[in-house]
């Protein structure tokens, strides 16, 4: 079983109001990630600083236990609530998934700690799945002023998904679009 968790703490300052309530074709940037990964993941948890504006939202609501951490933060507490070994972490502003990547990942999992697709070289942390042995060296890098999430990540196994991997399930790279602004999505 896999644990899915949409963190939706953050502060949403370039978009300029909380994103993980804008309507996208007719429904909100939140629904659009719970009900994309509904399907893999039971239970579904919101993770996020303020819980009021999520209350209809069919998933289970889980307060950041450690405030103003960031994503980092979040996936800390995902980890912390999940009943399963496995969490995957997903950005509540990506309002896509192709179901064969995430079934790519999952297959790729074996005894790493971590499983995280690249993007033009760069890892998508966001969209991500982590295994419960990474909860205490997140701990380690919160106790300190570092909020960058792969910065526990040359502590564990990570397996990298290479875009060349993933691009033969997801060619368009729809599961890693996201909203930064309104313009972005205006564009979807």
Same mark, same amino acid.
């Given at each position: 079983?896999?644990? /899915?968790?949409? =963190?939706?703490? /953050?502060?949403?300052?370039?978009? /300029?109001?909380?994103?993980?309530?804008?309507?996208?074709?007719?429904? &909100?940037?939140?629904?659009?990630?719970?009900?994309?990964?509904?399907?893999?993941? +039971?239970?579904?948890?919101?993770?996020?600083?303020?819980?009021?504006?999520?209350?209809?939202?069919?998933?289970?609501?889980?307060? +950041?236990?450690?405030? +103003?951490?960031? !994503?980092?933060?979040?996936?800390?507490?995902?980890?912390?609530?999940?009943?399963?070994?496995?969490?995957?972490?997903?950005?509540?502003?990506? !309002?896509?998934?192709? !179901?064969?990547?995430?079934?790519?990942? =999952?297959?790729?999992?074996?005894?790493?700690?971590?499983?995280?697709?690249?993007?033009? /070289?760069?890892?998508?942390?966001?969209?991500?799945?982590?295994?419960?042995?990474?909860?205490?060296?997140?701990?380690?890098? =919160?106790?300190? +002023?570092?909020?960058?999430?792969?910065?526990?990540? @040359? @502590?564990? @196994?990570?397996?990298?998904?290479?875009? &060349? &991997?993933?691009?033969?399930?997801?060619?368009?790279?729809?599961?890693? @679009?996201?909203?930064?602004?309104?313009?972005?999505?205006?564009?979807?």
């Amino acid at each position: 079983m896999l644990t /899915g968790a949409i =963190l939706a703490g /953050g502060r949403s300052s370039r978009f /300029g109001r909380n994103k993980a309530i804008e309507i996208f074709r007719g429904k &909100r940037l939140i629904d659009w990630g719970i009900d994309s990964i509904r399907p893999f993941c +039971d239970p579904i948890l919101v993770v996020a600083n303020d819980l009021s504006l999520y209350f209809d939202v069919h998933a289970t609501l889980v307060r +950041d236990i450690l405030s +103003d951490q960031g !994503p980092l933060g979040g996936i800390y507490t995902a980890l912390l609530f999940s009943p399963h070994d496995w969490v995957f972490a997903r950005a509540t502003d990506m !309002p896509f998934l192709v !179901p064969e990547l995430l079934t790519t990942m =999952l297959g790729m999992r074996g005894n790493f700690d971590a499983v995280v697709p690249l993007l033009d /070289g760069w890892y998508e942390p966001l969209f991500a799945l982590y295994h419960r042995r990474c909860f205490p060296l997140i701990a380690d890098v =919160l106790e300190t +002023d570092e909020r960058k999430i792969i910065s526990f990540y @040359k @502590k564990i @196994k990570v397996r990298e998904v290479t875009e &060349r &991997r993933w691009r033969t399930v997801d060619p368009q790279g729809l599961s890693f @679009k996201n909203v930064n602004t309104p313009e972005d999505l205006d564009s979807l």
